[in-house]
């Protein structure tokens, strides 16, 4: 994956959440299967939350949905319905952001990774998601 970062830039489909994200141009996306993703076709990369801005005009726009475990926050646009971003479970320190989300322009390549959603502790226990929402900082530590 490519080091070098860009600003992309996205929201919903009514464009009521409107975010950026500084990210690669190349980009690794984690298609899930669990019930909540399955449902809506989610395909989402990870980032740091430091590198994720949500535009302070959207705040008022999303609402939060949460199941299981309650440590993902799907959260959507109350106007459109649609899931651009959430805090997901196997990385509460980052933020999937639905890479059919992002303005066309900014992504030039996207690797999907299949996430066995359904069996969630084996799947994140044998991938390596958990290590998109560090800093390379705290990778090196």
Same mark, same amino acid.
């Given at each position: 994956m490519n080091l070098d970062t860009i600003i992309h830039r996205g929201g919903?489909? %009514?464009? #009521?959440? #409107?975010?950026?994200v500084e990210a690669p141009p190349s980009v690794v996306v984690w298609k %899930? !299967? %669990?019930s909540n993703c399955?449902? #809506?076709? !989610?395909?989402?990369?990870i980032v740091p939350s430091s590198k994720f801005k949500l535009m302070e005009e959207s705040e008022q726009f999303l609402t939060?949905?949460?199941?299981? @475990?309650? @440590?993902?926050?799907h959260t959507f646009c109350k106007v459109c319905g649609i899931t651009s971003f959430y805090k997901p479970r196997s990385n509460p320190d980052g933020f999937a952001v639905?890479? #059919?989300? +992002?303005?066309?322009? @900014?992504? +030039?390549?996207?690797?999907i990774k299949e996430f066995d959603g359904r069996n969630w502790e084996m799947s994140y226990n044998g991938s390596s998601i958990a290590s998109f929402s560090k800093l390379e900082s705290e990778m090196q530590s």
């Open positions: 919903c489909h %009514c464009k #009521r959440i #409107r975010w950026q %899930c !299967n %669990c399955s449902m #809506r076709g !989610n395909a989402h990369f939060t949905y949460t199941f299981g @475990t309650h @440590t993902a926050k639905s890479f #059919r989300c +992002v303005d066309p322009g @900014t992504l +030039v390549h996207a690797e």
